[in-house]
């Protein structure tokens, strides 16, 4: 079974400009997590997509958005970029149901770097 | 609000050294935890979890137990090797609602010198 695959790996933008990251979870998995990964924040959650709707939003500005296709992959837009925006954006997937037994699997991560 | 406090790093361990990374967690209901790794350049692995209370999480020599009473679980292994040098990220999440929103602590690096 492939895992989570995302693209691109590495991105360099400028201040300003927009970036689409892009998520492909398992097969099978309806859910999909986003979650930016910085050294002076740690690990925070952005947003989680389920059956293309948005079912869960942290606490970050509207500049962050995303979406879900009908086949479960997800894009993250970032627009008007800022240096603070420099990270690690990793993805998650899992089947998506409620319950306690609802593993998530983590692709690679895209790092971006905003100059 | 719900929140998870781990150790603060870097711990050096020398090669067969036993490992102890402390984690203690918040929550306003039943999480479950869980705990995660990241090696260099790579994005977060599952390395082992548990449910409900009493639980015992293990995989690959290390372990943890879902401690109520204290709002612990702490990840041990009797024996580590180089290979376990990583990042080990502790986490919950706190079901009763439809969400997946995991809940991270901040993160301490283990290194292990041979």
């Known amino acids: 079974k492939a895992g989570v695959t995302q693209t691109p790996r590495y991105l360099i933008k400028t201040r300003g400009q927009q970036v689409t990251l892009s998520c492909s979870p398992i097969s099978g998995h309806r859910s999909v997590s986003w979650y930016q990964q910085t050294p002076g924040q740690g690990l925070q959650f952005l947003f989680e997509?389920?059956?293309?709707?948005?079912?869960n939003k942290g606490n970050f500005p509207g500049r962050f958005s995303g979406r879900q296709f009908s086949n479960s992959r997800s894009e993250m837009n970032v627009s008007t970029l800022e240096l603070g925006d420099s990270a690690l954006y990793l993805c998650?997937?899992?089947?998506?149901?409620?319950?306690?037994?609802?593993?998530?699997?983590f692709g690679p991560g895209t790092r971006l770097t905003v100059l | 609000g719900d929140s998870v406090t781990q150790m603060e790093g870097p711990v050096t361990l020398s090669e067969e050294a036993f490992l102890t990374i402390n984690c203690t967690y918040t929550a306003t209901g039943y999480p479950s935890l869980f705990w995660y790794v990241q090696y260099p350049g790579e994005g977060l692995q599952l390395l082992l979890k548990a449910t409900k209370a009493d639980d015992k999480g293990s995989n690959k020599g290390f372990e943890a137990t879902y401690r109520k009473e204290t709002t612990s679980f702490h990840l041990e292994k009797g024996s580590v090797q180089v290979s376990d040098s990583a990042v080990y990220f502790c986490?919950?999440?706190?079901?009763?609602?439809?969400?997946?929103?995991?809940?991270f602590g901040t993160g301490t690096l283990l290194a292990v010198q041979p």
């Open positions: 998650a997937s899992s089947l998506g149901s409620s319950g306690r037994a609802n593993e998530q699997f």
């Open positions: 997509y389920f059956s293309e709707t948005q079912r």
């Open positions: 986490a919950l999440i706190v079901y009763g609602g439809a969400t997946n929103k995991l809940i």
